[in-house]
């Protein structure tokens, strides 16, 4: 072969690179050529033909979903971008979807590379940002994206038969795209591809990381509640605690330069999740701060890291208990996502501790066998004096003003016979305003019948003195 041949030859667009490209071109090849005869109808000839040359693509496209498009009417270079969008090379992926806030029959689509479509409401045909539509011709990832909606019509003709993609692409068997989503509702539509889709306007910056630290919080190893665990990092930390702040701080990176990541985070973290785990800890932690006290009572000051508590301690633990509930609770209901099931747990929690407070109502320290003088202040030795006999300044009722903002009839439902027990234990010298509370609940409703029901939240019996 001369010089000047070896240069003309070119591998071109028709090299083979896949495993597929070779099954096409094999057909290309056993096929007979294509020819016009005169009566201008189509004939098999044997003659060499010059449609591959012209036509990079053939005029029948088999999309990856199942579905076939006819190509026709698009040029060489149109045709290009089609079969690149609709078939397995395109490598395109959803991040997530959204109506427009201004106009709801508007949608948006943003997938990988930044990229994002828009269609309907203020788009004639559909608009692409990476800029290879600008001459009013479809892109491939509005081909893409067509061929995903067609799958989710409920037009038989959209499933039954090769599908005709008009001349700029931006419809298929002349039915606009956007009409789809308005015949199923992107909800719907979205459902069915597995997208992600944002139903409510985006929130900020500062509230995905606020909101990604609070649903990370329940796969925090030390157990920390989610205020504690977007506070800042405290003097002692273990490995893996400290392994897994610095995995917060890298998801919250991703996930807010990728809202369909944080949106998919939270479809795994339910409120309902977040919740079950939050109450949880706050039920494992009343446990450990009555056991911590019974275990200071029993062997008296140890080791500082050993989890024990005196009376003070303990009160100030349980104070901060009441207080967690509270501030979860009324955040729920400032934020619209309060429930029966937040209700109930947070009732249940809230009468444990009241329940195993008032069974304590007596000196701690009077029948101790370790050496050392306890305090004498029944402030310091007695839990029910400390919370609530002389509870101090400024500080409003214990337990009663968290259950206060509850459903009273169902605490009541849930709670009365523990209820019940407790208004037998206050002692008459129990601080008026306290007692007048605790009575106005434990009567409300009083002639409806009470029944006892089993709570699954909390098992009352895990918290009893030994």
């Given at each position: 072969?001369?010089?000047e041949?070896?240069?003309?030859l070119?591998?071109g667009?028709?090299?083979?690179?896949?495993?597929?490209?070779?099954?096409?071109?094999?057909r290309?090849?056993?096929?007979?050529?294509?020819?016009?005869n005169?009566s201008?109808?189509?004939?098999?000839t044997?003659?060499?033909?010059?449609?591959?040359?012209?036509?990079?693509?053939p005029s029948?496209?088999?999309s990856?979903?199942?579905?076939?498009?006819?190509?026709?009417?698009?040029?060489?270079e149109?045709r290009r971008?089609?079969?690149r969008g609709?078939?397995?090379?395109?490598?395109?992926?959803?991040?997530y979807?959204r109506?427009s806030?201004?106009?709801?029959e508007?949608?948006?689509?943003?997938?990988?590379?930044?990229?994002t479509?828009?269609?309907?409401?203020?788009f004639?045909?559909?608009?692409?940002t990476?800029?290879a539509?600008?001459?009013g011709?479809a892109?491939?990832?509005?081909?893409?994206?067509l061929?995903?909606?067609?799958?989710?019509s409920?037009?038989?003709?959209?499933?039954?038969?090769?599908?005709?993609l008009?001349?700029?692409?931006?419809?298929?068997?002349?039915?606009?795209?956007?009409?789809?989503i308005?015949?199923k509702g992107?909800?719907?539509i979205?459902k069915?591809?597995?997208?992600v889709l944002?139903?409510?306007?985006?929130?900020d910056?500062d509230?995905?990381?606020f909101?990604?630290?609070e649903?990370?919080?329940?796969f925090?190893?030390?157990?920390?509640l989610?205020?504690?665990?977007?506070?800042?990092?405290?003097?002692?930390?273990?490995a893996?605690s400290?392994?897994y702040r610095?995995f917060?701080?890298l998801f919250?990176?991703?996930?807010s330069?990728n809202?369909?990541l944080f949106?998919?985070?939270?479809s795994?973290i339910?409120p309902?999740?977040?919740t079950?785990v939050?109450f949880?800890?706050?039920?494992?932690?009343i446990?450990?701060?009555?056991?911590?006290l019974d275990?200071?009572?029993?062997n008296?000051?140890?080791d500082a890291?050993?989890d024990?508590?005196?009376?003070?301690?303990?009160?100030?633990k349980l104070k901060?208990?009441?207080g967690a509930i509270?501030?979860y609770f009324d955040?729920?209901?400032?934020?619209g996502?309060?429930?029966?099931?937040?209700?109930?747990?947070?009732?249940?929690a809230?009468?444990?501790?009241?329940?195993q407070?008032?069974?304590?109502?007596?000196?701690?320290?009077?029948?101790?066998?370790?050496?050392?003088?306890?305090p004498s202040?029944p402030?310091q030795?007695?839990l029910?004096v400390?919370?609530i006999g002389?509870?101090?300044?400024?500080?409003?009722?214990?337990?009663?003003?968290?259950?206060?903002?509850?459903p009273q009839e169902?605490?009541?439902?849930?709670?009365?016979e523990?209820?019940?027990?407790?208004g037998?234990?206050?002692?008459?010298?129990?601080p008026?305003?306290?007692?007048?509370?605790f009575?106005a609940?434990?009567t409300?409703?009083s002639k409806?019948e009470?029944?006892?029901?089993?709570?699954?939240?909390?098992?009352?019996s895990?918290?009893?003195?030994?």
């Open positions: 072969m001369s010089a041949a070896l240069s003309k070119s591998l667009e028709t090299m083979v690179t896949t495993r597929a490209g070779a099954a096409r071109a094999a290309a090849r056993t096929a007979p050529p294509v020819q016009t005169l201008g109808s189509p004939s098999r044997s003659s060499p033909s010059t449609h591959e040359s012209t036509s990079p693509t029948l496209i088999d990856t979903s199942g579905l076939q498009y006819n190509v026709a009417k698009l040029n060489t149109v971008r089609a079969k609709l078939m397995d090379d395109n490598a395109i992926k959803m991040k979807c109506a806030d201004d106009d709801p508007q949608y948006m689509f943003f997938i990988d590379d930044d990229i479509i828009g269609m309907g409401g203020r004639a045909v559909p608009r692409c990476c800029g539509n600008d001459q011709t892109c491939k990832h509005i081909f893409w994206i061929d995903q909606l067609a799958t989710q409920d037009s038989n003709d959209m499933k039954s038969q090769t599908l005709e008009s001349a700029d692409g931006s419809n298929v068997h002349e039915i606009e795209p956007a009409d789809i308005h015949e992107l909800k719907t979205s069915g591809l597995g997208w944002h139903e409510v306007p985006l929130p910056e509230d995905i990381e909101e990604i630290a649903m990370l919080s329940v925090e190893p030390s157990d920390a989610p205020s504690e665990f977007k506070c800042d990092e405290p003097a002692y930390l273990s893996r400290k392994k610095e917060r701080e919250i990176q991703v996930a330069e809202l369909g949106g998919r985070l939270r795994v339910t309902a999740f977040q079950q939050f949880e800890k706050i039920n494992d932690r446990a450990r701060t009555f056991n911590a275990e200071y009572i029993k008296g000051p140890t890291r050993s024990s508590h005196d009376v003070e301690t303990c009160a100030s901060a208990l009441v509270f501030d955040q729920q209901v400032e934020n996502t309060s429930s029966k099931d937040i209700e109930a747990r947070a009732a249940s809230l009468v444990t501790i009241l329940d407070v008032s069974s304590r109502n007596c000196d701690a320290y009077a029948n101790i066998t370790w050496d050392g003088i306890p202040d402030k030795n007695n029910y400390s919370l002389s509870p101090d300044k400024n500080e409003g009722l214990f337990v009663l003003d968290a259950l206060e903002m509850l169902d605490v009541l439902r849930n709670h009365w523990v209820l019940a027990n407790i037998r234990r206050l002692p008459p010298w129990t008026p305003a306290f007692k007048n509370t009575h609940i434990t409300e409703n409806s009470h029944t006892t029901q089993y709570s699954p939240v909390v098992d009352a895990r918290y009893e003195r030994i």
